[in-house]
């Protein structure tokens, strides 16, 4: 639902709360929806029924699920952003390289979205999926954004989401971040000792345009076991930054 204080059209606002809920709950029918989006079961009947005559949902052993035709919505809107055209062959190469999980993510609406992923022959299977939305403060691959994003953006992000606890590991305090955040704007590399998920690790870097904004970042993630003392401190990261280069280098000459 709409967030207090913003205008917009209620039925949209509706709409989009009752796809959001049937995504989450993995298909419900009326009756589950309308409890969880805390709306009439009419109202909820007649969102459904405009939704499925547009294909966009479907009905199954009276349950409704969304359809197919979002894929189509979802992968259109990927292949046409110019970070993924660019950098989905290196987060593959990077995956082959290390044989673990290898993650795109840009910045949206304070959001972190991952956009591409790939992994290794040894990776763990972890339960991240492309258009996920992650908070950023709790990520490598957000925090390298965060710590990069103009100070008015990073205070409006921190001010508008807060810094939820994710696992017993994520931080915070936003002194601790703030302090964690200047350290990775040095180094340009942000670690995640399970900060959002417990029994992973991630290296991430930033990747920046032509102007020097960033517009994403890229990360090699793996079990804690293996994500262990100079690999994990040293060699991942000088790994994680060489891809990022390339990408960089690409990007300018697309």
Do not use: W
Request: net charge negative.
């Amino acid at each position: 639902m709409a967030e207090e204080g913003t205008t917009g059209i209620q039925a949209i606002d509706r709409t989009f709360g009752i796809v959001e809920a049937m995504i989450e709950l993995e298909g419900a029918g009326v009756t589950e929806l309308a409890n969880h989006v805390e709306l009439p079961k009419s109202t909820v009947h007649h969102h459904l029924l405009t939704l499925e005559r547009a294909g966009y949902v479907v009905r199954e052993n009276g349950e409704y699920r969304t359809g197919l035709k979002f894929l189509r919505a979802g992968e259109r809107t990927r292949g046409q952003h110019a970070l993924y055209q660019v950098a989905h062959p290196e987060v593959e190469k990077l995956a082959e390289k290390t044989d673990e999980i290898s993650g795109l993510m840009v910045e949206e609406h304070g959001r972190g979205v991952f956009i591409y992923r790939d992994s290794g022959s040894e990776a763990a299977h972890i339960d991240t999926g492309i258009g996920d939305r992650v908070p950023l403060h709790c990520t490598a691959l957000g925090k390298v954004i965060l710590a990069h994003l103009p100070d008015d953006r990073r205070d409006s992000i921190i001010d508008r989401h807060g810094l939820d606890e994710i696992t017993e590991n994520t931080i915070t305090d936003e002194d601790e971040l703030r302090e964690q955040l200047a350290e990775i704007r040095e180094r340009k590399i942000a670690f995640d000792d399970e900060e959002r998920l417990n029994g992973l690790r991630c290296v991430a870097a930033p990747i920046f345009n032509a102007t020097g904004q960033v517009i994403g970042s890229i990360s090699v993630a793996g079990p804690t076991h293996r994500m262990q003392g100079a690999y994990f401190y040293e060699e991942l990261p000088e790994t994680v930054l060489g891809i990022a280069n390339v990408i960089e280098l690409n990007i300018q000459h697309q």
